[in-house]
């Protein structure tokens, strides 16, 4: 019995793909809503990489993360992560025209 817990053990991180995100997703996310970036807004991954991404909505915007775990990361400076995003969007803006 001793020995089937390491065993055990592997097989469970296997599927949980060692908790990485670096596996691709099976399926890809497409951005249709006219979000600014492709990329986390703390991260810098795809969005789309670890799963779909985490929505979140700050103060009235739609803002991005490629997982949930991100929130703690963008709570710490709003202020910089916002500005980040409006910048996204005046870029995206200008090339439309």
């Known amino acids: 019995m001793k020995g089937l817990f390491p065993i055990l053990g592997a097989f ?6 060692c908790g990485s995100g670096s596996s691709p997703s099976s399926k890809s996310y497409v951005n249709t809503d006219g979000y600014p970036l492709e990329t ?4 810098g991954e795809k969005l789309g990489s670890m799963g779909d ?8 915007k739609t803002v991005k993360f490629c997982c949930s775990s991100c929130i703690k990361e963008f709570n710490t400076d709003t202020a910089k992560f916002m500005n980040m ?3 996204a969007q005046k870029k995206k803006d200008a090339s439309a025209k």
């Open 40 to 43: 986390c807004l703390v991260t």
């Open 53 to 60: 991404p985490f929505v979140f909505k700050y103060q009235g």
């Open 85 to 87: 995003l409006d910048e």
């Open 12 to 17: 469970v991180l296997t599927l949980a793909g």
